[in-house]
């Protein structure tokens, strides 16, 4: 199973430090003096409504709409979650309509080339932008660490194999207690 | 790498962040496992330290002395010898000229400290001569402790923050935990989970509505009609505890008569809320075995707020929640640093330890340990007098520290005015800001993570906050403490502190709340909340104890008022009620947190003007658009933010905006004992642009314009 990211709406406070983290997480830096609102793309995305607040990412989905429309074989399976490589990407936006959560988006960002050791600009490129669940961060994914309520959680396997014991167990007491025949 | 132990610079819920600093500079902030925040931080406490570097996003760092050698003419950069005998001089002249009440000067709510702020008072009492200073309990919770000290004794939160979790009831009122201190909003999402009941009233379906099991929806401006059908539901239904009103309060008979007309019928009309909600509510606040009040500036800044502090108060006193654990009221402190600036005697009225100035005794012992031949005992000047006061005449110098009237100040209009007016202004600052633009004379500062300090939590605890850094090389910039010693002894008054820890023995060893306070105590993630009167004692976390109020006859004062309606009306010209309030990533006059990168990428200006989308579409508003807000006093472009959570008929603007300033168009109307402006009620109308290519660049333009003129000035 892949894993994911949960965000309990009852504990979010709307405050956005998650989609902070995700940026830096991702910016190669963690230098907080490298954001800018121009470029400012979390990859989580908290939304208020009139009764709501939660952030709302990519669910890295077992048979992901965004995998199976990608023209180019840009999205794979990877590690238990769904990870775009962006070397592939054409930034067709196929994924962007697929995807029912929102959660993919397609942007662009500068593009350098090297050559004989010398980086140079080279345009833009186009990046299908995601969750990536931090794949390559030691302590996991930012926006969980950072959430001051603990309202973002990572779910595996294990996780949801738990919450699934816990629901059967109460479902069958609750089966002794009211019996329908 | 380096990790430095601070207390965060913004909200007052006193979290501990350990600096991560290399080569003397500050690269990222990590949450400490302090005693409030227990390792969580929230987004400006994560991300609000970079202002540090000097980042320019809004405003410039203050590097050195300046002076005007006349006013209105160009700043000039001198030495520190030739600043503080120009300041010095004037102060002297204008004291010798009009007397020592012409002089204003402000303590600091901020970063500084509260060492800084005990030197200040003091260059205030003993060098000046007057009691005329004031800090910016004033606009916030002023109400909060002009209100509990009269029917408490003790003008601080009675509970911890560390206790609203283990409470049973939580009754939110006027208070939006979410933007202004998330991590006290955490406290009420784990009481929450631990079975506690919430109760909002609150006219905005805040973020905390959504986990209440009550939500009363109160129109703007009737909160003590609320407070007093809260009380009369208490007395009519004997929801209260005789045994406890007999046996520990005073002044019942009156209260009960007071609030026998405001039956929740009574009140139905003047709050919008159905009887029977206000019933359940009261009920459920009362079953609780252990129940909290917890409020903000939708109580206090009203020209009625010290009537419903009072009120408040009277409601845990008949239910016997004041006195134990995980009970009582909760006035949670906006500034990290409001409750130290009115601990250390920021205040006109009150000395160090909250010695009434009217208190001779309490005159002569500080008049002693300071070596002047007495104090005054006229109780000076508070801060939103200062404007009528220059233009009757009677202030002539403002002496302003670490603070911002220029932006915070309602009306500002009326400031700009009376500021003109003023013969001497002094600015003691770490950044250029619009206060700083017209001073005659800038003090340049360290900064919060340049100096080691104190710090007083909403929730009286005492913290030490490290020194992190030094200011970089091209910074000539001094202590604030050290300034005010300086100016001190210019102006004939010998003072002379090694460090700070000096101050705080000095202040310790004068305020018996604070005299086990000890440096050694608080090392680290040490917290001591006062009342601490000695060294082995751990300090209080819950007032009352035995059911001993502070108030002279040791009983708690029930007391309720007539409702007063809001001074302004909405009419067919004004149609709309403008209520002012905070959002989470930004804080006070802005110039730290719109220097913070990622604080600046996620709001900027113009700011935004929070409406429902029903009275949008009828003013032919867009979303996002932008529009002109004015009141009968002003002004400002501002941005629509449809809302569905917000009431119909009132609109919201965070306070923080230069551009798009709400105190243009707030009302100079205060409240008649704390002076705490009505910034929760203004008359205003939304007007549609139909050019918003012409608006969005006019936008741009102003705010490139003044951005360009605060360097240019910090630069001379």
Redesign the interface.
């Known amino acids: 199973m892949n894993r994911f990211i949960v965000a309990e709406?009852?504990?979010?406070?709307?405050?956005?430090?998650c989609?902070?983290?995700c940026v830096?997480a991702h910016s190669g830096t963690?230098?907080?003096?490298?954001?800018?609102?121009t470029s400012?793309a979390p990859r989580l995305r908290v939304i208020?409504?009139?009764?709501?607040?939660t952030p709302v990412t990519c669910r890295h989905c077992e048979d992901a709409p965004c995998a199976n429309v990608c023209p180019n074989g840009a999205i794979v399976y990877s590690q238990n979650t769904v990870q775009v490589l962006q070397e592939r990407c054409v930034g067709c936006k196929t994924c962007m309509v697929a995807c029912p959560f929102g959660a993919m988006d397609v942007i662009t960002v500068p593009a350098t080339k090297t050559f004989n050791g010398v980086t140079v600009a080279n345009g833009t490129k186009a990046e299908a932008h995601k969750c990536d669940l931090c794949v390559d961060r030691a302590a996991g994914p930012a926006c969980v660490t950072?959430c001051?309520?603990?309202a973002l959680h990572v779910v595996d396997r294990a996780a949801m194999e738990q919450t699934l014991r816990k629901r059967q167990e109460r479902a069958a007491l609750e089966a002794e207690n009211s019996p329908l025949i | 790498m380096e990790k430095v132990i601070t207390v965060c610079p913004y909200c007052g819920s006193g979290c501990k962040i350990n600096l991560l600093v290399e080569n003397n500079k500050v690269?990222?902030a990590e949450a400490a496992n302090g005693v409030t925040n227990q390792g969580?931080?929230?987004?400006k406490?994560?991300?609000g330290w970079?202002f540090l570097?000097d980042?320019k996003l809004l405003t410039p760092r203050l590097k050195r002395p300046m002076i005007r050698r006349q006013r209105g003419g160009e700043l000039e950069p001198v030495s520190w010898d030739e600043a503080i005998k120009f300041a010095s001089s004037r102060l002297m002249a204008i004291k010798e000229k009009y007397g020592a009440n012409s002089i204003m000067t402000t303590g600091s709510s901020r970063g500084t400290g509260n060492e800084s702020n005990y030197v200040a008072q003091k260059f205030t009492r003993a060098v000046l001569g007057t009691n005329n200073i004031d800090c910016c309990a004033r606009v916030c919770h002023g109400p909060s402790v002009a209100g509990l000290m009269v029917t408490l004794g003790n003008g601080a939160m009675s509970n911890s923050i560390c206790e609203i979790e283990d409470t049973k009831c939580i009754l939110v009122f006027g208070y939006n935990?979410?933007d202004s201190h998330?991590?006290v909003?955490?406290r009420i999402?784990k009481a929450?989970e631990k079975g506690a009941k919430i109760i909002v009233c609150d006219p905005r379906?805040i973020?905390t509505a959504?986990?209440a099991d009550l939500f009363l929806p109160l129109k703007n401006g009737s909160n003590m009609a609320l407070v007093n059908a809260f009380a009369n539901v208490l007395l009519n239904e004997k929801l209260y505890k005789p045994e406890f009103v007999a046996n520990y309060t005073e002044g019942f008979e009156e209260y009960k008569a007071m609030v026998a007309k405001y039956t929740p019928e009574y009140t139905a009309e003047i709050t919008g809320l159905d009887p029977a909600l206000v019933r359940e509510a009261i009920r459920m606040y009362a079953a609780a075995p252990s129940a909290t009040i917890l409020w903000g500036m939708g109580v206090t800044q009203w020209g009625q707020a010290v009537d419903v502090v009072k009120g408040l108060s009277s409601l845990a006193a008949i239910t016997g929640n004041l006195g134990r654990p995980n009970v009582g009221v909760g006035p949670v402190r906006g500034q990290n640093n409001v409750q130290g600036a009115c601990d250390m005697g920021a205040l006109p009225n009150t000395l160090p330890g909250y010695y009434p100035v009217t208190d001779a005794a309490a005159r002569e012992k500080f008049a002693k340990a300071w070596g002047v031949p007495s104090i005054s005992g006229e109780t000076g000047y508070g801060l939103t007098d200062v404007p009528h006061k220059i233009l009757e005449g009677k202030i002539k110098a403002n002496y302003v520290f670490g603070e911002d009237p220029l932006q915070t100040e309602p009306e500002l209009s009326l400031v700009r005015k009376a500021f003109a007016e003023l013969e001497l202004l002094i600015v003691q600052d770490i950044f250029m800001t619009k206060t700083a633009m017209i001073a005659d004379v800038i003090l340049p500062a360290t900064s919060w993570g340049e100096h080691e300090n104190v710090f007083s939590a909403a929730d009286r605890g005492f913290q030490r906050c490290y020194k992190a850094i030094d200011p970089p090389a091209d910074h000539d910039v001094k202590h604030d403490w050290e300034i005010h010693s300086l100016m001190a002894t210019a102006m004939g008054y010998p003072m002379h502190y090694n460090n700070a820890k000096e101050i705080w023995d000095e202040l310790r060893g004068l305020c018996h709340l604070y005299t086990g306070a000890t440096y050694e105590k608080m090392a680290n993630l040490g917290y001591v909340p006062w009342p601490c009167p000695t060294e082995d004692h751990p300090g209080t976390p819950w007032l009352y104890e035995g059911n001993k109020f502070d108030t002279a006859s040791g009983k708690a004062l029930l007391f309720a008022a007539e409702w007063r309606a809001p001074l302004e009306k909405v009419d067919a010209e004004y149609p709309l009620g403008l209520c002012t309030v905070r959002e989470?990533?930004h804080y006070s006059c802005r110039s730290m947190t719109g220097n913070?990168?990622?604080l600046?990428?996620?709001a900027?200006e113009p700011g935004f003007v929070q409406i429902h989308p029903d009275d949008a579409k009828q003013f032919g508003i867009a979303d996002q658009a932008l529009v002109w807000i004015s009141s009968r006093r002003g002004k400002v472009i501002t941005r629509a933010n449809y809302n569905?959570?917000v009431n119909k008929g009132a609109v919201y603007m965070t306070y923080q905006w230069w551009i798009g300033a709400c105190n243009e168009l707030t009302v100079d109307h205060l409240d008649p004992i704390s002076k705490t402006p009505e910034y929760k009620f203004s008359a205003v109308k939304l007007e549609a642009i139909a050019d918003q290519v012409w608006a969005e660049n006019h936008v741009q333009e102003l705010y490139g314009k003044m951005k360009a003129d605060m360097r240019k000035a910090a630069m001379a």
């Open positions: 709406p009852k504990k979010c406070i709307g405050c956005r430090t989609e902070v983290a830096l963690a230098d907080v003096g490298s954001l800018s609102p400012f208020k409504g009139l009764s709501i607040s950072v001051p309520t603990k | 690269v990222g969580e931080l929230c987004l406490g994560y991300y970079d570097n980042t935990a979410a998330p991590i909003a955490r999402i929450k379906y973020e959504r986990l989470v990533g913070c990168t990622a600046q990428t996620l900027d569905d959570r």
